[in-house]
Protein backbone atom coordinates (compact mmCIF):
# COMPACT_ATOMS: atom_id res chain seq x y z
CA UNK A 1 0.00 0.00 0.00
CA UNK A 2 1.71 3.59 -0.50
CA UNK A 3 1.53 6.26 1.63
CA UNK A 4 -0.40 9.16 0.25
CA UNK A 5 0.60 12.36 1.91
CA UNK A 6 -2.69 14.53 2.25
CA UNK A 7 -3.38 17.82 1.46
CA UNK A 8 -3.02 19.13 5.39
CA UNK A 9 0.29 17.13 5.29
CA UNK A 10 2.06 18.48 2.27
CA UNK A 11 0.32 22.58 3.17
CA UNK A 12 2.10 21.56 6.74
CA UNK A 13 5.36 20.38 5.58
CA UNK A 14 5.81 23.48 3.21
CA UNK A 15 5.40 25.80 6.60
CA UNK A 16 7.39 24.00 8.87
CA UNK A 17 9.78 23.96 6.07
CA UNK A 18 9.90 27.78 5.20
CA UNK A 19 8.40 29.59 8.20
CA UNK A 20 10.03 30.66 11.18
CA UNK A 21 8.63 27.78 13.91
CA UNK A 22 7.36 30.66 16.29
CA UNK A 23 3.35 28.76 16.53
CA UNK A 24 2.31 25.10 16.86
CA UNK A 25 -0.69 25.30 14.83
CA UNK A 26 -3.66 22.06 15.20
CA UNK A 27 -3.23 20.05 11.95
CA UNK A 28 -6.13 21.69 10.28
CA UNK A 29 -4.82 23.98 6.89
CA UNK A 30 -8.11 26.70 6.27
CA UNK A 31 -9.23 26.92 2.69
CA UNK A 32 -12.41 29.27 3.12
CA UNK A 33 -14.46 31.06 5.84
CA UNK A 34 -18.07 31.86 6.13
CA UNK A 35 -19.60 33.53 9.15
CA UNK A 36 -18.89 31.21 12.17
CA UNK A 37 -17.58 27.97 10.00
CA UNK A 38 -14.15 27.47 8.10
CA UNK A 39 -13.88 24.84 5.30
CA UNK A 40 -10.20 23.24 5.14
CA UNK A 41 -8.38 21.61 2.34
CA UNK A 42 -9.06 18.54 2.84
CA UNK A 43 -13.35 19.89 2.44
CA UNK A 44 -13.43 18.77 6.28
CA UNK A 45 -15.69 21.55 7.92
CA UNK A 46 -15.25 23.17 11.37
CA UNK A 47 -16.92 25.22 13.56
CA UNK A 48 -14.32 28.13 14.51
CA UNK A 49 -14.90 29.01 18.56
CA UNK A 50 -11.45 30.77 18.39
CA UNK A 51 -12.47 33.38 16.23
CA UNK A 52 -8.98 34.50 15.52
CA UNK A 53 -8.67 35.09 19.12
CA UNK A 54 -11.53 37.67 18.91
CA UNK A 55 -10.29 39.09 15.52
CA UNK A 56 -13.06 37.34 13.80
CA UNK A 57 -15.79 38.85 16.53
CA UNK A 58 -18.50 39.14 13.99
CA UNK A 59 -17.57 36.22 11.85
CA UNK A 60 -15.58 35.35 8.69
CA UNK A 61 -16.51 37.37 5.48
CA UNK A 62 -19.19 39.60 7.17
CA UNK A 63 -21.57 40.70 4.29
CA UNK A 64 -21.25 44.22 5.21
CA UNK A 65 -17.58 44.32 5.79
CA UNK A 66 -16.52 42.50 3.06
CA UNK A 67 -18.72 45.08 1.25
CA UNK A 68 -16.99 47.66 2.86
CA UNK A 69 -14.03 46.46 1.55
CA UNK A 70 -14.83 45.98 -1.77
CA UNK A 71 -16.12 49.67 -1.77
CA UNK A 72 -12.95 51.22 -0.66
CA UNK A 73 -10.76 48.62 -2.80
CA UNK A 74 -12.24 50.43 -6.04
CA UNK A 75 -11.31 54.08 -4.94
CA UNK A 76 -8.68 53.92 -2.79
CA UNK A 77 -6.40 52.06 -0.36
CA UNK A 78 -2.93 54.21 0.40
CA UNK A 79 -1.99 57.12 0.79
CA UNK A 80 0.32 57.81 3.59
CA UNK A 81 -0.45 60.22 6.80
CA UNK A 82 1.86 62.59 4.24
CA UNK A 83 -1.61 63.32 2.95
CA UNK A 84 -5.39 63.17 4.08
CA UNK A 85 -7.64 60.77 2.93
CA UNK A 86 -11.56 61.12 3.21
CA UNK A 87 -11.88 58.00 5.21
CA UNK A 88 -9.53 58.57 8.31
CA UNK A 89 -11.60 61.74 9.56
CA UNK A 90 -15.60 59.98 9.42
CA UNK A 91 -13.47 56.53 11.10
CA UNK A 92 -11.99 58.47 14.00
CA UNK A 93 -15.02 60.97 14.62
CA UNK A 94 -17.51 57.52 14.27
CA UNK A 95 -14.99 55.18 17.10
CA UNK A 96 -14.29 58.52 19.07
CA UNK A 97 -18.27 58.73 19.63
CA UNK A 98 -18.87 54.86 20.05
CA UNK A 99 -16.22 55.07 22.70
CA UNK A 100 -16.81 58.11 24.45
CA UNK A 101 -13.75 60.05 23.89
CA UNK A 102 -12.38 62.73 21.97
CA UNK A 103 -9.90 61.24 19.96
CA UNK A 104 -8.30 58.40 18.05
CA UNK A 105 -5.14 57.71 17.44
CA UNK A 106 -5.18 54.59 14.37
CA UNK A 107 -2.17 52.40 13.89
CA UNK A 108 -2.20 48.81 12.63
CA UNK A 109 -1.73 45.76 15.20
CA UNK A 110 -2.10 45.53 18.70
CA UNK A 111 0.96 45.82 20.18
CA UNK A 112 1.68 49.06 18.20
CA UNK A 113 -1.69 50.52 19.76
CA UNK A 114 -0.13 49.31 23.03
CA UNK A 115 3.07 50.66 22.72
CA UNK A 116 1.57 53.83 20.99
CA UNK A 117 -0.42 54.55 24.89
CA UNK A 118 2.57 53.62 27.04
CA UNK A 119 5.01 56.37 24.95
CA UNK A 120 1.95 58.63 24.83
CA UNK A 121 1.41 58.03 28.90
CA UNK A 122 4.59 58.66 29.63
CA UNK A 123 4.41 61.76 27.28
CA UNK A 124 1.54 62.60 29.25
CA UNK A 125 3.39 62.17 32.54
CA UNK A 126 5.79 64.59 31.70
CA UNK A 127 4.05 67.13 30.24
CA UNK A 128 0.76 66.86 32.40
CA UNK A 129 1.75 65.89 35.52
CA UNK A 130 5.01 67.07 35.74
CA UNK A 131 6.79 63.56 36.53
CA UNK A 132 10.95 64.20 36.46
CA UNK A 133 12.64 63.68 33.01
CA UNK A 134 13.31 59.97 32.37
CA UNK A 135 11.66 59.03 35.17
CA UNK A 136 8.24 57.64 34.79
CA UNK A 137 6.79 54.06 35.67
CA UNK A 138 4.22 52.25 34.24
CA UNK A 139 2.25 49.20 36.21
CA UNK A 140 1.48 46.31 34.28
CA UNK A 141 -0.19 43.14 35.79
CA UNK A 142 1.50 39.78 36.13
CA UNK A 143 -0.11 37.15 33.80
CA UNK A 144 -1.08 40.10 31.70
CA UNK A 145 -0.78 39.53 27.47
CA UNK A 146 -0.26 42.81 25.44
CA UNK A 147 2.27 41.81 22.45
CA UNK A 148 5.22 40.77 21.13
CA UNK A 149 7.62 43.85 20.86
CA UNK A 150 11.10 44.49 23.12
CA UNK A 151 9.14 46.72 25.87
CA UNK A 152 6.04 44.39 26.03
CA UNK A 153 7.63 41.54 26.66
CA UNK A 154 10.02 43.12 29.17
CA UNK A 155 7.19 43.25 31.49
CA UNK A 156 5.77 40.09 30.46
CA UNK A 157 5.69 37.58 33.55
CA UNK A 158 5.59 34.08 30.73
CA UNK A 159 8.80 33.08 30.62
CA UNK A 160 8.65 31.73 26.84
CA UNK A 161 7.43 35.37 25.76
CA UNK A 162 10.99 37.36 27.70
CA UNK A 163 13.51 34.26 27.33
CA UNK A 164 16.46 35.30 25.08
CA UNK A 165 14.87 38.79 24.41
CA UNK A 166 16.41 40.80 26.67
CA UNK A 167 17.63 43.72 27.80
CA UNK A 168 14.19 45.51 28.05
CA UNK A 169 12.95 48.47 28.24
CA UNK A 170 13.05 49.77 31.79
CA UNK A 171 10.50 51.65 33.83
CA UNK A 172 7.44 48.67 34.66
CA UNK A 173 6.38 47.70 37.58
CA UNK A 174 4.35 44.37 38.05
CA UNK A 175 1.86 43.92 40.31
CA UNK A 176 -0.54 40.93 40.81
CA UNK A 177 -3.96 40.99 38.76
CA UNK A 178 -6.97 41.64 40.95
CA UNK A 179 -5.14 42.38 43.98
CA UNK A 180 -6.17 46.44 44.88
CA UNK A 181 -3.89 46.63 47.82
CA UNK A 182 -1.43 45.78 45.97
CA UNK A 183 -1.71 47.80 43.20
CA UNK A 184 -2.39 51.16 45.77
CA UNK A 185 1.22 49.83 47.16
CA UNK A 186 3.04 50.08 43.83
CA UNK A 187 1.91 53.92 43.24
CA UNK A 188 4.84 56.17 43.22
CA UNK A 189 4.82 60.26 42.36
CA UNK A 190 6.85 58.84 39.48
CA UNK A 191 4.07 56.53 38.36
CA UNK A 192 2.05 57.90 34.96
CA UNK A 193 0.23 54.88 34.39
CA UNK A 194 -1.50 51.54 35.32
CA UNK A 195 -1.74 49.40 31.94
CA UNK A 196 -4.42 45.84 32.22
CA UNK A 197 -7.07 43.94 30.48
CA UNK A 198 -10.14 44.08 32.22
CA UNK A 199 -10.25 40.39 31.43
CA UNK A 200 -7.13 38.61 30.56
CA UNK A 201 -7.63 37.34 27.68
CA UNK A 202 -4.66 35.01 27.17
CA UNK A 203 -3.65 34.17 30.65
CA UNK A 204 -7.22 32.00 30.41
CA UNK A 205 -10.01 34.58 30.23
CA UNK A 206 -9.29 35.71 33.98
CA UNK A 207 -12.45 38.40 35.24
CA UNK A 208 -10.71 40.08 38.41
CA UNK A 209 -13.05 40.23 41.36
CA UNK A 210 -15.87 42.22 41.58
CA UNK A 211 -15.27 45.92 42.11
CA UNK A 212 -11.27 45.69 40.99
CA UNK A 213 -11.85 48.01 37.95
CA UNK A 214 -13.43 50.68 39.94
CA UNK A 215 -10.66 50.28 42.44
CA UNK A 216 -8.34 50.70 40.06
CA UNK A 217 -10.21 53.48 38.90
CA UNK A 218 -10.11 55.42 42.29
CA UNK A 219 -6.45 54.54 42.66
CA UNK A 220 -5.24 56.17 39.44
CA UNK A 221 -7.78 59.05 40.39
CA UNK A 222 -6.30 59.51 44.17
CA UNK A 223 -2.24 59.90 42.81
CA UNK A 224 -2.81 61.41 39.07
CA UNK A 225 -2.50 58.29 36.97
CA UNK A 226 -3.67 57.10 33.47
CA UNK A 227 -5.64 53.83 33.84
CA UNK A 228 -4.75 52.85 30.29
CA UNK A 229 -7.54 49.23 29.38
CA UNK A 230 -6.08 46.82 26.93
CA UNK A 231 -9.20 46.28 25.35
CA UNK A 232 -7.82 44.15 22.22
CA UNK A 233 -9.32 41.33 23.07
CA UNK A 234 -11.64 42.17 25.70
CA UNK A 235 -13.27 44.80 23.54
CA UNK A 236 -16.08 45.63 20.54
CA UNK A 237 -18.44 42.73 21.88
CA UNK A 238 -16.65 39.81 23.15
CA UNK A 239 -18.04 40.72 26.63
CA UNK A 240 -21.82 41.56 25.46
CA UNK A 241 -20.42 45.23 25.72
CA UNK A 242 -18.36 47.44 23.56
CA UNK A 243 -16.04 47.89 26.35
CA UNK A 244 -15.90 45.34 28.95
CA UNK A 245 -14.54 47.72 31.78
CA UNK A 246 -17.77 49.66 31.01
CA UNK A 247 -19.58 46.56 31.28
CA UNK A 248 -17.82 46.60 34.88
CA UNK A 249 -19.16 50.05 35.35
CA UNK A 250 -16.72 52.24 35.50
CA UNK A 251 -14.43 53.86 32.92
CA UNK A 252 -10.50 53.94 32.04
CA UNK A 253 -8.76 57.07 30.59
CA UNK A 254 -7.13 55.54 27.62
CA UNK A 255 -8.48 52.34 25.35
CA UNK A 256 -6.63 50.33 23.12
CA UNK A 257 -8.51 48.30 20.42
CA UNK A 258 -7.19 46.06 18.02
CA UNK A 259 -8.42 42.61 16.38
CA UNK A 260 -12.18 42.87 16.01
CA UNK A 261 -11.69 46.35 14.87
CA UNK A 262 -10.20 45.65 11.35
CA UNK A 263 -13.22 43.22 11.29
CA UNK A 264 -11.66 40.36 10.41
CA UNK A 265 -10.44 41.20 6.99
CA UNK A 266 -7.21 43.89 7.87
CA UNK A 267 -5.31 44.62 11.10
CA UNK A 268 -6.14 48.03 12.57
CA UNK A 269 -5.73 48.88 16.18
CA UNK A 270 -6.54 52.33 17.77
CA UNK A 271 -5.38 54.41 20.80
CA UNK A 272 -8.56 56.58 21.65
CA UNK A 273 -8.25 58.69 24.63
CA UNK A 274 -9.22 62.48 25.29
CA UNK A 275 -7.76 65.40 24.62
CA UNK A 276 -6.12 66.35 27.40
CA UNK A 277 -4.42 62.66 27.06
CA UNK A 278 -3.55 62.40 23.19
CA UNK A 279 -2.99 66.17 22.63
CA UNK A 280 0.41 65.21 24.06
CA UNK A 281 1.58 64.12 20.27
CA UNK A 282 2.21 67.09 18.17
CA UNK A 283 3.78 66.20 14.36
CA UNK A 284 6.75 64.35 13.74
CA UNK A 285 6.43 62.70 17.37
CA UNK A 286 4.57 59.78 16.25
CA UNK A 287 3.52 57.67 13.06
CA UNK A 288 3.02 55.22 11.35
CA UNK A 289 3.02 54.30 7.31
CA UNK A 290 -0.09 52.32 7.84
CA UNK A 291 -1.97 53.69 10.04
CA UNK A 292 -4.75 55.20 9.49
CA UNK A 293 -4.97 54.04 5.71
CA UNK A 294 -8.51 54.50 3.65
CA UNK A 295 -8.90 50.70 3.23
CA UNK A 296 -8.83 50.02 6.93
CA UNK A 297 -10.52 53.29 8.18
CA UNK A 298 -13.54 52.19 5.70
CA UNK A 299 -13.46 48.58 7.08
CA UNK A 300 -13.57 50.05 10.24
CA UNK A 301 -16.22 52.17 10.32
CA UNK A 302 -18.19 49.42 9.19
CA UNK A 303 -17.52 47.49 12.20
CA UNK A 304 -17.83 50.63 14.33
CA UNK A 305 -21.74 50.68 12.27
CA UNK A 306 -22.66 47.08 13.47
CA UNK A 307 -21.77 48.02 17.06
CA UNK A 308 -23.90 51.04 17.10
CA UNK A 309 -26.50 49.05 17.15
CA UNK A 310 -26.94 48.13 20.64
CA UNK A 311 -30.74 47.03 20.13
CA UNK A 312 -31.81 43.54 20.66
CA UNK A 313 -31.35 42.53 17.27
CA UNK A 314 -27.71 43.74 17.09
CA UNK A 315 -23.95 41.83 18.00
CA UNK A 316 -23.84 43.07 21.61
CA UNK A 317 -27.41 41.59 22.81
CA UNK A 318 -26.64 38.60 20.84
CA UNK A 319 -23.17 38.21 22.80
CA UNK A 320 -24.99 38.45 25.94
CA UNK A 321 -27.59 36.04 25.14
CA UNK A 322 -25.36 33.31 23.63
CA UNK A 323 -22.66 34.04 26.45
CA UNK A 324 -25.16 33.10 28.68
CA UNK A 325 -26.27 29.56 26.96
CA UNK A 326 -22.40 28.82 26.35
CA UNK A 327 -22.25 29.39 30.52
CA UNK A 328 -25.13 27.19 31.16
CA UNK A 329 -23.69 24.23 29.17
CA UNK A 330 -20.57 24.77 30.09
CA UNK A 331 -21.74 24.44 33.94
CA UNK A 332 -22.96 21.07 33.30
CA UNK A 333 -19.00 19.60 32.71
CA UNK A 334 -18.16 20.95 35.81
CA UNK A 335 -17.25 17.77 37.61
CA UNK A 336 -16.91 15.40 34.16
CA UNK A 337 -13.63 16.51 32.89
CA UNK A 338 -13.93 20.08 33.85
CA UNK A 339 -12.42 21.81 36.76
CA UNK A 340 -13.57 25.39 36.62
CA UNK A 341 -15.23 27.69 34.08
CA UNK A 342 -14.46 31.58 34.04
CA UNK A 343 -16.84 33.15 31.54
CA UNK A 344 -17.30 36.76 30.26
CA UNK A 345 -19.85 37.44 27.81
CA UNK A 346 -19.44 35.00 24.83
CA UNK A 347 -15.85 33.96 26.24
CA UNK A 348 -14.92 31.04 28.35
CA UNK A 349 -11.87 29.83 29.88
CA UNK A 350 -12.48 26.15 30.39
CA UNK A 351 -10.06 24.56 32.91
CA UNK A 352 -9.77 20.58 31.98
CA UNK A 353 -9.02 18.17 34.20
CA UNK A 354 -4.99 17.77 34.02
CA UNK A 355 -4.91 13.69 34.28
CA UNK A 356 -6.75 13.85 31.12
CA UNK A 357 -4.72 15.70 28.92
CA UNK A 358 -2.98 19.20 28.10
CA UNK A 359 -5.58 21.91 26.95
CA UNK A 360 -3.32 20.94 23.61
CA UNK A 361 -4.53 17.50 23.51
CA UNK A 362 -8.61 18.91 24.11
CA UNK A 363 -7.77 21.23 21.18
CA UNK A 364 -7.05 18.16 18.99
CA UNK A 365 -9.70 15.99 20.21
CA UNK A 366 -12.14 19.06 19.80
CA UNK A 367 -11.05 19.31 15.92
CA UNK A 368 -11.49 15.92 14.89
CA UNK A 369 -15.12 16.31 16.40
CA UNK A 370 -15.33 19.57 14.04
CA UNK A 371 -14.71 22.43 16.86
CA UNK A 372 -11.88 25.12 16.33
CA UNK A 373 -10.39 25.94 19.68
CA UNK A 374 -6.91 26.91 21.16
CA UNK A 375 -5.24 25.87 24.05
CA UNK A 376 -4.21 28.93 26.02
CA UNK A 377 -1.45 27.39 29.27
CA UNK A 378 -1.68 24.10 30.91
CA UNK A 379 -5.41 22.57 30.77
CA UNK A 380 -7.14 25.79 29.84
CA UNK A 381 -8.83 25.55 26.93
CA UNK A 382 -10.43 29.35 25.59
CA UNK A 383 -13.74 29.31 23.91
CA UNK A 384 -14.48 32.58 22.19
CA UNK A 385 -16.95 31.86 19.11
CA UNK A 386 -17.80 34.72 16.59
CA UNK A 387 -21.04 36.77 18.28
CA UNK A 388 -22.79 35.39 15.29
CA UNK A 389 -23.21 32.05 16.21
CA UNK A 390 -26.32 30.54 16.86
CA UNK A 391 -27.29 28.60 19.97
CA UNK A 392 -27.32 25.56 18.24
CA UNK A 393 -23.74 26.04 17.26
CA UNK A 394 -22.92 26.93 20.92
CA UNK A 395 -24.27 23.64 22.09
CA UNK A 396 -22.81 22.10 18.87
CA UNK A 397 -19.28 23.21 20.56
CA UNK A 398 -20.11 22.18 24.24
CA UNK A 399 -21.00 18.60 23.02
CA UNK A 400 -17.76 18.34 21.07
CA UNK A 401 -15.76 19.33 24.46
CA UNK A 402 -17.62 17.06 26.32
CA UNK A 403 -17.05 14.11 23.65
CA UNK A 404 -13.63 15.21 23.59
CA UNK A 405 -12.85 14.42 27.34
CA UNK A 406 -14.61 11.14 26.82
CA UNK A 407 -12.45 10.40 24.48
CA UNK A 408 -9.16 11.49 26.67
CA UNK A 409 -10.54 9.64 29.51
CA UNK A 410 -10.54 6.32 27.30
CA UNK A 411 -7.55 6.69 25.44
C1 LIG B 1 -3.71 40.07 20.89
C2 LIG B 1 -3.48 41.09 21.95
C3 LIG B 1 -2.53 42.11 21.79
C4 LIG B 1 -1.59 42.17 20.61
O1 LIG B 1 -2.24 42.29 19.40
P1 LIG B 1 -1.43 42.00 18.03
O2 LIG B 1 -2.35 42.45 16.96
O3 LIG B 1 -1.17 40.51 18.00
O4 LIG B 1 -0.17 42.77 18.10
C5 LIG B 1 -2.44 43.07 22.77
N1 LIG B 1 -3.23 43.04 23.85
C6 LIG B 1 -4.15 42.07 24.05
C7 LIG B 1 -5.00 42.09 25.27
C8 LIG B 1 -4.29 41.04 23.12
O5 LIG B 1 -5.18 40.06 23.33
Not at 386 to 390: A, G, H, N, Q
Given at each position: MTLMRSATEAHEELVLEH???NYHPLPVVVAEGAGAWVTDVEGRRYLDCLAGYSALNFGHRHPDLVAAAHRQLDRLTLTSRAFGNDQLGPFCAELAELIGKQRVLPMNTGVEAVESALKVARKWGYEVKGVPQDRARIIVAAGGFHGRTISVVGFSTDPDARG???PFTPGFDVVPYGDRDALAAAVTPDTVAVLLEPVQGEAGVIVPPAGYLAAVRAICDASRVLFVADEVQSGLGRTGHVLATRGAGTDADVYVLGKALGGGILPLSAVVADDEVLGVLQPGQHGST???NPLACAVGRAVVGLL???????VLAAAGRLGAVLGDRLAGLVGHGVVAVRRAGLWAGVDVDPRLGAGRAVSEAMARRGVLVKDTHGSTVRLSP?????EDEIRFAVDALAGALADLAES
Open positions: SAHGFGFGGTDQGPGGPLVVT
